[in-house]
């Protein structure tokens, strides 16, 4: 009740965004995570081929996200967002009509192309419209895109005992029902003329020295989040031979997420610094990898779940708020698009370290993972007397 209260007590556009952060996740849940299996089996591609589809999405939508920021940035973020989400209906609707080589690559981009469109417009707006609220904002915004995440599987799962046709349309109908929500409800807002080219935005948001530092060090919080879909996973499986049990690992973290993220994020967000809750956040994420060290069995997994989610939550809010905080409000979508550019390069990076240390020795990817929190937290801990304050900005509207 809480959530929902909250929910309601932010105007209109928000809430649709938090809605559409919900539908978002699912569509993309219900599908992905069996797309390389039809690709194989039921479509006979080869090994290389599945791997071509699937690079070509991730590379389509994290290589990307610079440009759909400076498109919010200039065009406006509500068109790039009902865009972003038009090109994701056509691509998931690729996948599900078409078999051939070339079809299924140019699913592939289109839908990648729609999340690095879509992904920065959303924050851009959100943040915009949320005013001083940006941090309960995001905190809710967080709780939408985790249940999401968890009934996106469950659908899928349901869907595929028909056939992966049938999970691809209905993915495909939910985006198209959420570019015509938006394009009903979200106000178009005006773009002031940009004072600059694009080269020279993005000159300035990658010559903040502050924001890349930033951004760097909180590579580990999205390294370590991605593990909920690798080591956890993986050892799930392994410590109860049941597939199942991933399940339950989302199941942990959606319920955490629900009865936690709204209760952390406004305990905190009076007291003390932004800097010093992301850098907790990072230590809380970073130790919930040694439980499973101590003992066997699926107990301390789902300890560490609960550990990593809660870093996350006291953390995650607080860096979707003081992104816009460190340049021009004029560029927040290019601000989000670095970011995510980065974040997306870290999980990607920290998947193949965790798989090489999984490969080493049971007890390797844990203490990598620890060691990574540990670190990134301490990184964000030596720059917080450096980090803007996101209050003041709103207050005099210019970059600190």
């Not at 932004?274 to 990898?289: D, N, P, S, T």
Request: net charge positive; hydrophobic share 55%.
């Amino acid at each position: 009740m809480r959530t929902l209260r909250a929910v309601r007590s932010f105007p209109l556009p928000v809430r649709l965004l938090l809605v559409n952060q919900l539908g978002v996740n699912t569509g993309f849940y219900l599908l992905i995570p069996y797309l390389a299996t039809h690709l194989g089996q039921d479509l006979g591609l080869s090994a290389v081929a599945v791997g071509l589809v699937l690079g070509v999405r991730n590379l389509s939508q994290q290589g990307l996200f610079i440009l759909g920021g400076s498109a919010a940035d200039r065009l406006g973020a509500r068109g790039v967002i009902i865009a972003g989400c038009a090109l994701r209906t056509l691509g998931f609707g690729l996948f599900a009509l078409g078999d051939g080589l070339a079809v299924l690559l140019a699913a592939s981009v289109l839908s990648g192309l729609a999340g690095a469109l879509f992904n920065p417009a959303v924050r851009t707006y959100l943040a915009h419209e949320s005013g001083e609220r940006k941090a309960e904002a995001f905190a809710l915004f967080n709780v939408f895109a985790t249940t999401g995440a968890l009934l996106g599987p469950l659908l899928g799962t349901a869907l595929l005992l028909v056939d992966f046709r049938a999970a691809a349309l209905t993915a495909a109908g939910i985006f198209a029902l959420l570019t015509v929500a938006q394009a009903c409800v979200l106000p178009p807002r005006p773009v002031p003329p940009p004072s600059t080219g694009v080269l020279g935005d993005w000159r300035e948001v990658l010559g903040d020295r502050r924001f890349l530092a930033f951004a760097l060090a909180l590579v580990g919080l999205y390294a370590l989040e991605s593990q909920l879909y690798l080591l956890l996973a993986d050892q799930a499986r392994q410590v109860t031979g049941w597939d199942g049990a991933v399940s339950l690992l989302f199941l942990t973290s959606t319920v955490a997420n629900l009865t936690l993220q709204l209760r952390i994020t406004r305990s905190l967000q009076q007291r003390g610094t932004r800097g010093r809750w992301i850098a907790l956040g990072l230590l809380v994420a970073g130790l919930g990898f040694l439980p499973p060290l101590l003992a066997g069995g699926l107990a301390p997994l789902l300890l560490t779940v609960l550990l990593l989610h809660t870093g996350v939550m006291i953390a995650q809010p607080f860096v979707q708020e003081l992104i816009p905080a460190f340049g021009r409000s004029s560029l927040t979508g290019t601000y989000y698009g670095v970011f995510y550019l980065v974040s997306g390069l870290a999980a990607a990076l920290g998947n193949a370290a965790v798989g090489w240390a999984m490969d080493i020795a049971d007890w390797a990817p844990w203490l990598l993972c620890c060691a990574l929190g540990l670190t990134c937290a301490l990184a964000v801990a030596r720059q917080r007397a450096r980090l803007p304050d996101p209050t003041v900005r709103h207050l005099i509207g210019e970059p600190i």
